[in-house]
Every structure is written in structure tokens, then in C-alpha cells.
């Protein structure tokens, strides 16, 4: 957990944000064969160090995304939406899971501008 000035823990509070990813930056030098897949991973890694959780649920809608244009060609942007909720189950491990979805941009120009968005 994030620690304030004065060294206590914040407390964990659901919690939703909207995040650009540029995925061509993060698949540099990725194999071809493993663009797809690794996509997935980066995604599901960047979800935990954000929100804090250790379980993360990725939508089948972004899943889909990602993979639309076979394993090689991953778009370059993504835009998502990445949401922290209170695990319902009483004998969960975790107090707390993401839940990670796509959030739909049409063409190029219309990311620009686009912020985090706290919600």
C-alpha cells in the first residue's frame, strides 16, 4: 500500500481510472510470434502496479482488441479503463481485484488530448 507523508498506510477505497497505453513503446524489440500475448502480460502488469492488486481481470472485449489483427500487429494506442473493487468472496486471498476494460477510441486524432482520468 502507498504510504502519505506522515508514513501511515492509505486505506484502499474501490476505485476507477482511465489510461492511454502505448503499446508500440512497450513491445520494442518483442518477438513477432509473441506480440499478442506479451500485450496481454504488460497490460495485466501495468493494472497491478496501478491499482495495487494482485488479481487482475482483463475484459474479453480488450482481449479481442488486442488480438484483432493476428499475434503480430497489436495497435500502437489502447485506451482502458481500469477499475478496483472489493473481492466479494469470503474466502478470497485478495481483499481487493481489477478489473481492466477497453475503452472504445475510433480513429488516430482522437487520442490526442486524451488524460488519466480519475473517476
Not at 502505448?22 to 506480440?35: D, V
Not at 469470503?90 to 488516430?108: G, H, I, N, R
Request: aromatic letters at 6%.
Amino acid at each position: 500500500m502507498a504510504r502519505t507523508k506522515d508514513q501511515r498506510k492509505k486505506v484502499m477505497e474501490n476505485a476507477c481510472r482511465d489510461y492511454t497505453l502505448n503499446m508500440h513503446k512497450r513491445l520494442q524489440g518483442i518477438a513477432f510470434k509473441k506480440r499478442s500475448t506479451k500485450a496481454v502480460r504488460i497490460i495485466r502488469k501495468f493494472a497491478t502496479k496501478e491499482m495495487h492488486t494482485e488479481e487482475v481481470r482483463i475484459d474479453t472485449q480488450l482481449n479481442r482488441h488486442l488480438w484483432k489483427n493476428g499475434c503480430r500487429n497489436v495497435p500502437r494506442l489502447v485506451r482502458i479503463r481500469v477499475q478496483r473493487t472489493k473481492n466479494e468472496d469470503e474466502d478470497a486471498k485478495q481483499k481487493f481485484y481489477s478489473t481492466v476494460q477497453l475503452l472504445p477510441v475510433f480513429t488516430k486524432e482522437d487520442f490526442k488530448g486524451l488524460q488519466t482520468e480519475n473517476k
